[in-house]
């Protein structure tokens, strides 16, 4: 009994070994195919993406995406040809597609009358160009040149001989880099446009040739009659009313008057060689 329960035993661990050595050859063969197959779906992968990027290169340098047109828009004072260069300079080469969009709206936002650019493509061969201008809002006179400046204060370019809305030119301004050479020059400009726009109202804007701002506090404009240049001091907080009753006041006698004091009650004329 004992010699066939030991043969048994025998058996059993035989047939166990054989099961495991069957197992492991099972899971091995099925981890090879699992790591063939990653493989392969890894080759497939790659041969997709370098497909892909292949066509999508050949697709950017291909003719399709060639700059064949650019669209300007919002623009009054800017020069669209000196746009359509900046674009082309930098657009014309590389195709729409990969045009450098940033970098075209830095150079369009440094020309003149320029606050601010939008750059678009309209694919597949328009670039589109949306512009916000700086609005003129005063002419300044330096060194007898005139020159247009923005509600910010920013020079932007020579002024023409007729600017519409704007009649005369502005002395005083502070060129300098002081501190307050900002400051002031924005009180200079707030109170030319309530200049202009008081004395537009009652017509009285076309009798001035020019305006001295040097001092905010005691403004004069320049008047002419009978042919000759007259300085008239205005009282800042009555422009229209000042400057009316100055022009009253010299009408026909011009060519003996050499300024007016129109700040107080009544205007003052002082008179050539007094």
């Known amino acids: ?150 509600e910010t204060g920013m020079i932007l370019a020579p002024a023409g001989k007729t600017e519409p809305g704007l009649p005369f030119a502005m002395r005083g301004w502070d060129t300098s880099k002081s501190a307050n050479a900002l400051d002031d020059n924005l009180a200079r400009i707030k109170l030319y446009r309530k200049m202009v726009e008081d004395w537009q109202t009652f017509g009285l804007a076309s009798r001035v040739k020019e305006v001295n701002l040097s001092s905010l506090r005691e403004p004069n404009a320049v008047i002419e009659d009978s042919g000759r240049s007259i300085n008239v001091f205005l009282a800042k907080d009555n422009l229209a009313k000042s400057l009316k009753a100055a022009l009253e006041a010299v009408a026909g006698k011009g060519d003996r008057v050499q300024a007016v004091n129109a700040a107080g009650i009544s205007p003052i004329l002082e008179y050539l060689n007094n």
């Open 1 to 150: 009994m004992s010699k066939r329960r030991k043969s048994s035993l025998k058996d059993n661990r035989t047939k166990k070994k054989g099961r495991r050595s069957n197992i492991d050859s099972s899971a091995s063969e099925k981890l090879g195919k699992t790591i063939i197959g990653v493989v392969i779906v890894g080759l497939l992968l790659a041969g997709i993406g370098f497909v892909a990027f292949t066509a999508y290169r050949s697709a950017v340098n291909s003719s399709f995406f060639t700059l064949r047109s650019v669209r300007v828009i919002g623009t009054e004072r800017a020069s669209e040809d000196d746009i359509r260069k900046i674009v082309l300079a930098n657009a014309e080469k590389t195709g729409v597609w990969e045009s450098d969009i940033a970098g075209i709206r830095q150079k369009i936002e440094t020309l003149p009358f320029v606050k601010t650019a939008s750059v678009s493509r309209e694919l597949p061969s328009t670039i589109r160009i949306d512009v916000a201008e700086r609005i003129p809002v005063a002419i300044v006179r330096l060194n007898n040149s005139d020159q247009l400046v923005d």
